[in-house]
């Protein structure tokens, strides 16, 4: 069974632009997670889609958004970037039902902003 | 404070040592508690899932729930130079699937 996919692996972006990163869930998967990772914060949780709904959404600013799609794929969009936004952005998912929801990592999307 | 505190190390041990990871918690109501391992320029992979108190053992790895002390810890025996990475624990609430890390300890186990 194929793991998390994310896409695009890196990207750099200029202050002020936005991007958009992909995520494709286990086979089977309803929840779609998305954390920030950064070498000062470490990893954060940005927000969870279960059934195209946003589930749970942490403490970022509004310029960050999500969506996800029938098939349970999930976007992430950042808007007018920042320095600060360059952060490794990883996707979990998982199956979404119950309690136990064991979340599955992929690799990440490494976003540098210059 | 953060809800979960975790020692950043690095920790340095030789192949074929013992090693303890820990991590401690303020929040009573995490019921979940997962070991993730980090290699560098990848995304964390699940090591160990525990639900309330107790042990479980897989392999080489142990891992051990303590919720009365709010402690928990995850043990290698027989560390291999392969098992050098970030390791990340990670804890929720029932219900919710929102993970709150550690800040993860780095491992270097060198032969």
């Known amino acids: 069974k194929a793991g998390v996919t994310q896409t695009p692996r890196y990207l750099i972006k200029t202050r002020g632009q936005q991007v958009t990163l992909s995520c494709s869930p286990i086979?089977?998967?309803?929840?779609v997670s998305w954390y920030q990772q950064t070498p000062g914060q470490g990893l954060q949780f940005l927000f969870e889609?279960?059934?195209?709904?946003?589930?749970n959404k942490g403490n970022f600013p509004g310029r960050f958004s999500g969506r996800q799609f029938s098939n349970s794929r999930s976007e992430m969009n950042v808007s007018t970037l920042e320095l600060g936004d360059s952060a490794l952005y990883l996707c979990?998912?998982?199956?979404?039902?119950?309690?136990?929801?064991?979340?599955?990592f992929g690799a990440g999307t490494r976003l540098s902003v210059l | 404070q953060k809800e979960v505190e975790q020692d950043p190390g690095p920790l340095s041990v030789p192949e074929g040592a013992i090693v303890s990871l820990n991590c401690t918690y303020s929040?009573?109501?995490?019921?979940?508690f997962m070991w993730y391992r980090q290699y560098s320029r990848k995304g964390p992979e699940l090591l160990m899932y525990?639900?309330?108190?107790g042990n479980k053992e897989d392999g080489r790895f142990t891992a051990q729930v303590d919720k009365s002390s709010k402690y928990i810890s995850l043990f290698i025996r027989d560390s291999q130079p392969s098992d050098s990475a970030t390791y990340l624990c990670?804890?929720?609430?029932?219900?919710?699937?929102?993970?709150?890390f550690g800040a993860g300890t780095r491992l270097a186990v060198h032969p």
């Open positions: 979990a998912s998982s199956l979404g039902g119950g309690s136990e929801n064991i979340q599955y």
């Open positions: 086979s089977g998967h309803r929840s």
């Open positions: 889609y279960f059934s195209e709904t946003q589930r």
């Open positions: 929040n009573s109501a995490f019921q979940y």
């Open positions: 525990t639900y309330s108190s």
């Open positions: 990670a804890m929720k609430p029932g219900g919710y699937n929102k993970l709150i």
